[in-house]
Structures are given as structure tokens and as C-alpha cells.
């Protein structure tokens, strides 16, 4: 088994992806229902509730948005948070260095899930 990656389901397809394509440093393929992201390693689809209610009625029921925490391994943690809070990202957890060798820091996403930014500080 392979995982290959995460869809988050929102309102608005265009202004989530464009979000993530600043916080990530890349681009994207799709349209205003659907996107996808790509990323080293797993990759991230962008769809629309109307999309996700045209392919199964009612999938939507309960579902809930900003449930998520999506991890990154970054080359330095620290570079990345200074260079994210001039694009003034709501952050959650200002960076910290753990014992098990990782300095992360997290932020949210415009639906309001989390986003784990980390590097490895040790081997």
C-alpha cells in the first residue's frame, strides 16, 4: 500500500489552492472545481462540495473542514516561519525544538486546518 496523497474538500477551490501554492512554492493543474498540488512526496487535490455532490449525493452530509493537520518536512524550520509571516499566515504554534530532535511550527490554512512546518534539528 501507497499513500499518495490528501484532498481537501472547501468552498472555494481557486483562493485555497492559491494559498497553498504560496506556502509551498509551487503550482498547480485543475480549474475552479478541482486542483491538484504537487508536492515532493504525497500530493494535495483541492475539490469543491459541489463537485464531491455531483460524483455521490449527499457525501457531504457532516462532513467537517479544519479537522486536518498536514505535515512538511522543511530544510529549516525557523527560515520558513520568518518567510510565512509576511505572507501573514494565522499561526497556532510558534516554532519549538522537541526532544526527539524536531523544530516545527504550525499555522492554518484559510478552512482553518492545520499545517505542521518541521525540521529535523538531529539525527
Known sequence: MEFTGICLITKDVMTLTEFYCKVLKTEFEGDSSHTDIKTKGANISIYSIEGMEGMAPNS????????????????????????????????????????????????????????????????
Open 60 to 123: 457531504m452530509t457532516g462532513a467537517g473542514y479544519g479537522s486536518f493537520t498536514i505535515g512538511f518536512k522543511v530544510d529549516n524550520a525557523d527560515k520558513e516561519y520568518e518567510r510565512l509571516k509576511e505572507l501573514k499566515v494565522k499561526i497556532v504554534k510558534y516554532p519549538k525544538t522537541y526532544p526527539w530532535g524536531t523544530r516545527s511550527f504550525w499555522f492554518r490554512d484559510l478552512d482553518g486546518n492545520i499545517i505542521n512546518f518541521y525540521s529535523i534539528e538531529r539525527t
